[in-house]
């Protein structure tokens, strides 16, 4: 067993097949598992994320554990999330014979990433993101993660190439979506690089291509109103948008007349279309219309009306953040990484500031 210079004995192809053919591993689908198999691609990705020794790295979806073995000698521990219990089992040990001055770096927690909560980490905060996604569950997964996870400063992600466009686009343009809107919210995303087909064992039918993730140079002013709220407003839009924002917003606001209204009030034109908005343009439109909702509110408490908490009674549908949520249309249904779980339809969008969020889609 050769170890380079950081520790870790590397995985290559003829590793990668003996190891799964040890654990009566198939590559399914299902939970999108095509394994890399190539050294120099997950020292590249481990280069690539911007890492420092002082980092915790939230792994989503280990595998075989290619990767796991680039990244311990970087920083102070991985975390790695695998929904797979064999290949969760089987990490630590993997580790261990392979990189056993770093053992200690590795925790394993076996869980649906999306699904993944704080206490699940048991205390740990990660600060970087790095991970081989699938592509079923791509979308869905980083953005659970990045909500759920807000210690996380950085990061870089392998998923299909033409989402990685998509999530890295900017307003204006064809592959700028909902995706893009909602990712921006929480960091800056910028395209890092292709990445072969060949370095994946089997391989996919799809290109992929690397996501690098940074802070936003300010974080999104929305006037105190939680992601979700913002979220349903781009849902709203991006669900039609071939249409001018007063007619995409109608069924959100109430009626056109108030979507226009609403969006008078935030700066924005009527007449525009989804595409043209900068997550800093759905947060000011959220904002105003909370402040409406309120401002309503008090007017029916003042003639002795009945107050809920949230103003707007239709509007507190979109407070709850669905965690069933679904990608772009055009997201193939094969898969890379370890596997991450399954996704659910998003619901339709019904009642006045009521489309209910969902992190993919548009």
Known sequence: MAVDPSGAAPLGPAEVRALAERLGIRPTKKLGQNFVHDPNTVRRIARLAGLVEDDVVLEIGPGLGSLTLALLPAVASVVAVEIDPVLASALPGTVADRAPSLADRLAVVTADALRLRPADLGGREPTAVVANLPYNVGVPV????????PSVRRGLVMIQAEVVDRLAARPGGREYGAPSAKLAWYCDARRAGPVPRAVFWPVPGVDSALLALGPRGEPVDSGGVPAERVFAVVDAAFAQRRKALRGALAGWAGSPALAESRLRAAGVDPGTRAERLSIDDFARIASVAEAADRAEAADRAGDGGVVGDGGD???????????????????SPAGTGGGAGSVGSPGASTGRHGAPPRDGGG
């Open 313 to 331: 009674t239709a509007g507190t549908a979109s407070a709850s953040l669905t965690e069933s949520a679904t990608e772009s249309a055009t997201e």
């Open 142 to 149: 980083l953005l659970h993660v990045l909500r759920t996870f």
